[in-house]
């Protein structure tokens, strides 16, 4: 180290030199011997307080050193001295000053602001000016001794923190990342399978690169196997190799041993805290030496000599009481947050008020932070002032200490409609929640609302301006709605209370086909139908459209709409979805569009051929024979006369029983054996076999169909009968049984005869079978049984159908 930057490090060096006799050795001191307790104090003026070397970071000018011996081990204290050397931070000669007691507690003026102090104890009458002339004319030994405490300071450092991580079950690897960000050294990771002096063999020559195989103040190498633990271990390498100082160095000290203290023999000797501010000196355990030989053991110390620190807040600081808590702050230039390890006597200022509060304040790992915890003291929610004591001066961290009441979430619950964003399939998506102050939410984790779920993820969350930054009563989870089902999330707290909150991902919402959907007006109800996917999770529908009700399933919903009267014809209007487990209804727009009125059947007319043989009841109509059909119609006209009217389209069908076929015509279209033409406005005349369309008891419809109206209702045409057709009727002279004789009819479809007679009421059933004609199978003969006599000559035969329980009239006569 060059001499202007020892001039730069303040350091403390004590030379103790008393009988080889010692007390057992204090437990503070691992791996080695206990020399005694001191407490080496500063006072910055007469009256002020007394503070231990190491709690302070300057000492200026004019302030007193104190020598205050709590536990001397020596059989000889009475001959021990003391005594103090100065090195002037404006690089002037060393000041040496006056000797006292070593034994009794002892106090010098320190006329400059020193850059370095030694304290050299040995016996009494040692040659002061010997001291005067070696330390005058060694300048050397400035450089010297700054190296020396420099390393002496980082060995007590390392000892001091695994000593205590020892003691209190605190692990080793967070001693030695803290050690490293303290003095800016990088520790390496060690071995847990070597021996503890192993490790503290690579932690030390880490720690001092320059160490070599002997103590600078030792004249032999003894090399100390510990077996205390890794502190322990530390310790006895120290006490066994060179810390630092080169060659040149150690011919000087044994130029102040030969000058000062002849017959002497000097050992390294590093503090541990002890009790009341003391030190424990620590040192190697000396043999018996030889007669008139002395042992001296030198300790030093490095003060930092640092300004106090500028720091303020980060933004704006809220903590809840009642927990332990980090608080960023922001160094002003040339400051840092880790001078702060100097400061003492943290406490809380009510900002506005008297008193104060104690707290624990320790520098954080985090950087540029430091952690309060507030769960060692009881504090009323308020504002504070964060205030510290530096060396003398009472030291300010600027802002302000916002403290709350950690809030309670019971009553948080999600923001109105947040829920409803929860549909399965639409990503990560925000859910907000209410309901508290979530300003101290530190985790939020999800899992499946089910026994045995998995284990919950994390989620992020979103908060308006930050963690611990003022009141913020709503905070953003994102959720991921990749599947439905039943969730719970956890919410922590700052001090790791937890709150749940359970909730729903939705199906995905109902999805309708082929809109707009057509309503007409001049219809008080009319039926509804839509089409879709997941239909039913549908609860209601509504709409201005009119008053709607109806059924849902999976991929339609059936029901009715009563037009509201003022819908006017081209309103489109949307429709309204209350779905299941959503707070707010869907909107679908462009749902329902008005049109005019249905074009209406009004009147059929039927015309059947007069060939039939058989009377047909006036809601019949005969398969196999073409009829004609006159249908008139109603149809919605423009009032604005701008819209040209489409042609009507007429479609046959069966109304109830399966449809063999149907048709859709338009007047003019050409179809085998059918034939459709409008014969004026508002009139078509239709020609077609029913048995085309139906088949027998199949109740034939007819409906209008004009665009864009839609089309008609229904309208019953006739139901279709199969009828027979007689070609021939021929009474025969056979008898059956005492009043009935044979018959024969022949033509086709007689298989639908069930009886026959003369009358419409009193029938004989047929009992064969019609039989086809050779040669043409589509005519058949029938044989029957007739009544006899007849009611009149030439009667007409009567027939019934299958079924049917009255005679109908044919052309036939006997």
Same mark, same amino acid.
């Given at each position: 180290?060059?001499?202007?930057?020892?001039?730069?490090?303040?350091?403390?060096?004590?030379?103790?030199?008393?009988?080889?006799?010692?007390?057992?050795?204090?437990?503070?001191?691992?791996?080695?011997?206990?020399?005694?307790?001191?407490?080496?104090?500063?006072?910055?003026?007469?009256?002020?307080?007394?503070?231990?070397?190491?709690?302070?970071?300057?000492?200026?000018?004019?302030?007193?050193?104190?020598?205050?011996?709590?536990?001397?081990?020596?059989?000889?204290?009475?001959?021990?001295?003391?005594?103090?050397?100065?090195?002037?931070?404006?690089?002037?000669?060393?000041?040496?000053?006056?000797?006292?007691?070593?034994?009794?507690?002892?106090?010098?003026?320190?006329?400059?602001?020193?850059?370095?102090?030694?304290?050299?104890?040995?016996?009494?009458?040692?040659?002061?000016?010997?001291?005067?002339?070696?330390?005058?004319?060694?300048?050397?030994?400035?450089?010297?001794?700054?190296?020396?405490?420099?390393?002496?300071?980082?060995?007590?450092?390392?000892?001091?923190?695994?000593?205590?991580?020892?003691?209190?079950?605190?692990?080793?690897?967070?001693?030695?990342?803290?050690?490293?960000?303290?003095?800016?050294?990088?520790?390496?990771?060690?071995?847990?399978?070597?021996?503890?002096?192993?490790?503290?063999?690579?932690?030390?020559?880490?720690?001092?690169?320059?160490?070599?195989?002997?103590?600078?103040?030792?004249?032999?190498?003894?090399?100390?196997?510990?077996?205390?633990?890794?502190?322990?271990?530390?310790?006895?390498?120290?006490?066994?190799?060179?810390?630092?100082?080169?060659?040149?160095?150690?011919?000087?000290?044994?130029?102040?041993?030969?000058?000062?203290?002849?017959?002497?023999?000097?050992?390294?000797?590093?503090?541990?805290?002890?009790?009341?501010?003391?030190?424990?000196?620590?040192?190697?355990?000396?043999?018996?030496?030889?007669?008139?030989?002395?042992?001296?053991?030198?300790?030093?110390?490095?003060?930092?000599?640092?300004?106090?620190?500028?720091?303020?807040?980060?933004?704006?600081?809220?903590?809840?009481?009642?927990?332990?808590?980090?608080?960023?702050?922001?160094?002003?230039?040339?400051?840092?947050?880790?001078?702060?390890?100097?400061?003492?006597?943290?406490?809380?200022?009510?900002?506005?008020?008297?008193?104060?509060?104690?707290?624990?304040?320790?520098?954080?790992?985090?950087?540029?932070?430091?952690?309060?915890?507030?769960?060692?003291?009881?504090?009323?929610?308020?504002?504070?002032?964060?205030?510290?004591?530096?060396?003398?001066?009472?030291?300010?961290?600027?802002?302000?200490?916002?403290?709350?009441?950690?809030?309670?979430?019971?009553?948080?619950?999600?923001?109105?409609?947040?829920?409803?964003?929860?549909?399965?399939?639409?990503?990560?998506?925000?859910?907000?929640?209410?309901?508290?102050?979530?300003?101290?939410?530190?985790?939020?984790?999800?899992?499946?609302?089910?026994?045995?779920?998995?284990?919950?993820?994390?989620?992020?969350?979103?908060?308006?301006?930050?963690?611990?930054?003022?009141?913020?009563?709503?905070?953003?989870?994102?959720?991921?709605?990749?599947?439905?089902?039943?969730?719970?999330?956890?919410?922590?707290?700052?001090?790791?209370?937890?709150?749940?909150?359970?909730?729903?991902?939705?199906?995905?919402?109902?999805?309708?086909?082929?809109?707009?959907?057509?309503?007409?007006?001049?219809?008080?109800?009319?039926?509804?139908?839509?089409?879709?996917?997941?239909?039913?999770?549908?609860?209601? /529908? =509504?709409? *201005? &459209?009119?008053? !709607?009700?109806?059924?849902?399933? $999976?991929?339609?919903? +059936? @029901?009715?709409?009563?037009?509201?009267?003022?819908?006017?014809?081209?309103?489109?209007?949307?429709?309204?979805?209350?779905?299941?487990?959503?707070?707010?209804?869907?909107?679908?727009?462009?749902?329902?569009?008005?049109?005019?009125?249905?074009?209406?059947?009004?009147?059929?007319?039927?015309?059947?051929?007069?060939?039939?043989?058989?009377?047909?009841?006036?809601?019949?109509?005969?398969?196999?024979?073409?009829?004609?059909?006159?249908?008139?119609?109603?149809?919605?006209?423009?009032?604005?006369?701008?819209?040209?009217?489409?042609?009507?389209?007429?479609?046959?069908?069966?109304?109830?029983?399966?449809?063999?076929?149907?048709?859709?015509?338009?007047?003019?279209?050409?179809?085998?054996?059918?034939? /459709? =033409?409008? *014969? &004026?406005?508002? !009139?078509?005349?239709?020609?077609? $076999?029913?048995?085309? +369309? @139906?088949?027998?008891?199949?109740?034939?419809?007819?409906?209008?169909?004009?665009?864009?109206?839609?089309?008609?209702?229904?309208?019953?045409?006739?139901?279709?009968?199969?009828?027979?057709?007689?070609?021939?009727?021929?009474?025969?002279?056979?008898?059956?049984?005492?009043?009935?004789?044979?018959?024969?009819?022949?033509?086709?479809?007689?298989?639908?005869?069930?009886?026959?007679?003369?009358?419409?009421?009193?029938?004989?059933?047929?009992?064969?079978?019609?039989?086809?004609?050779?040669?043409?199978?589509?005519?058949?003969?029938?044989?029957?049984?007739?009544?006899?006599?007849?009611?009149?000559?030439?009667?007409?035969?009567?027939?019934?159908?299958?079924?049917?329980?009255?005679?109908?009239?044919?052309?036939?006569?006997?």
């Amino acid at each position: 180290m060059s001499r202007t930057g020892a001039r730069r490090i303040t350091f403390l060096a004590l030379a103790v030199l008393i009988s080889p006799a010692f007390a057992e050795t204090a437990p503070v001191c691992k791996g080695s011997s206990t020399l005694g307790t001191f407490r080496i104090l500063v006072r910055r003026s007469i009256g002020s307080v007394a503070l231990p070397i190491k709690a302070i970071s300057s000492v200026p000018a004019g302030s007193l050193l104190l020598w205050d011996p709590v536990r001397l081990n020596s059989k000889k204290e009475e001959d021990t001295e003391v005594t103090a050397i100065i090195a002037p931070s404006s690089g002037a000669d060393l000041l040496v000053l006056e000797p006292h007691k070593a034994d009794s507690q002892a106090e010098w003026k320190l006329a400059v602001r020193p850059a370095a102090i030694a304290i050299v104890v040995g016996p009494q009458g040692f040659s002061m000016g010997k001291v005067r002339s070696l330390v005058t004319n060694n300048r050397q030994l400035v450089d010297q001794l700054a190296d020396y405490a420099e390393q002496t300071s980082k060995v007590e450092g390392l000892v001091q923190d695994l000593s205590t991580a020892e003691q209190t079950g605190g692990g080793i690897d967070a001693v030695l990342k803290g050690f490293s960000a303290h003095y800016g050294v990088t520790l390496p990771k060690l071995d847990p399978k070597t021996s503890t002096d192993q490790q503290a063999g690579v932690l030390l020559k880490t720690v001092l690169p320059a160490a070599g195989n002997y103590d600078p103040l030792s004249a032999k190498s003894s090399q100390m196997q510990q077996s205390g633990g890794l502190a322990a271990s530390i310790a006895g390498l120290f006490f066994g190799n060179a810390v630092g100082l080169a060659a040149g160095g150690a011919m000087l000290l044994q130029n102040i041993k030969g000058a000062v203290f002849p017959g002497a023999e000097f050992h390294s000797a590093f503090a541990q805290n002890a009790e009341r501010d003391g030190l424990a000196m620590c040192i190697k355990a000396v043999p018996a030496q030889k007669a008139r030989t002395r042992v001296a053991y030198l300790w030093a110390y490095r003060v930092p000599n640092i300004k106090p620190p500028v720091l303020s807040m980060v933004g704006p600081t809220y903590l809840p009481v009642g927990v332990a808590s980090t608080v960023l702050l922001k160094p002003a230039k040339d400051s840092s947050v880790k001078l702060l390890e100097k400061a003492r006597d943290w406490r809380l200022v009510p900002a506005k008020g008297d008193g104060s509060e104690k707290i624990p304040v320790h520098v954080a790992a985090a950087p540029d932070s430091i952690d309060v915890d507030l769960a060692q003291v009881k504090v009323k929610p308020g504002d504070y002032k964060l205030m510290a004591t530096w060396d003398w001066d009472p030291l300010e961290i600027a802002g302000t200490l916002h403290l709350l009441q950690l809030p309670d979430f019971q009553a948080v619950k999600p923001a109105p409609k947040s829920s409803d964003l929860l549909v399965e399939g639409s990503g990560r998506v925000t859910w907000t929640l209410t309901g508290a102050d979530f300003e101290f939410l530190e985790k939020a984790t999800i899992s499946k609302a089910a026994p045995h779920a998995a284990a919950p993820s994390e989620a992020h969350f979103v908060l308006p301006l930050g963690k611990r930054a003022g009141v913020q009563n709503a905070v953003d989870i994102e959720i991921d709605t990749a599947a439905r089902g039943s969730y719970r999330l956890v919410l922590t707290q700052s001090g790791g209370s937890t709150h749940q909150v359970l909730f729903k991902i939705f199906p995905p919402h109902p999805v309708f086909a082929r809109l707009p959907v057509r309503v007409n007006i001049g219809q008080a109800s009319q039926a509804l139908h839509l089409e879709g996917k997941n239909l039913a999770e549908i609860e209601a /529908l =509504s709409s *201005a &459209a009119g008053e !709607m009700a109806g059924k849902a399933s $999976d991929t339609e919903w +059936v @029901g009715s709409v009563r037009i509201n009267p003022r819908a006017l014809v081209g309103e489109v209007f949307p429709i309204s979805l209350k779905v299941k487990g959503l707070e707010s209804p869907l909107t679908i727009e462009g749902a329902i569009k008005v049109f005019g009125t249905l074009p209406a059947i009004s009147e059929v007319k039927k015309s059947v051929p007069a060939n039939l043989g058989l009377s047909l009841r006036p809601d019949e109509l005969p398969a196999g024979t073409p009829v004609g059909l006159s249908i008139a119609y109603s149809r919605f006209h423009d009032p604005s006369g701008n819209g040209v009217e489409a042609r009507p389209h007429i479609e046959l069908g069966c109304k109830s029983g399966g449809l063999r076929k149907s048709f859709r015509l338009s007047p003019d279209d050409h179809v085998a054996g059918v034939e /459709l =033409s409008e *014969a &004026a406005s508002g !009139m078509l005349f239709l020609s077609i $076999d029913p048995a085309m +369309v @139906g088949y027998p008891a199949c109740l034939l419809t007819a409906a209008i169909e004009i665009e864009p109206e839609g089309r008609s209702d229904l309208f019953p045409i006739g139901r279709i009968v199969r009828v027979p057709r007689f070609d021939q009727f021929t009474l025969t002279n056979e008898q059956i049984g005492p009043a009935a004789f044979a018959g024969i009819l022949k033509g086709r479809d007689l298989d639908v005869i069930e009886r026959t007679g003369w009358d419409d009421h009193n029938g004989v059933r047929v009992e064969s079978v019609p039989t086809p004609v050779p040669g043409d199978p589509v005519k058949q003969t029938l044989r029957v049984a007739l009544p006899w006599p007849a009611p009149v000559p030439h009667a007409p035969l009567f027939v019934w159908l299958r079924g049917e329980n009255e005679g109908r009239r044919t052309s036939a006569v006997y």
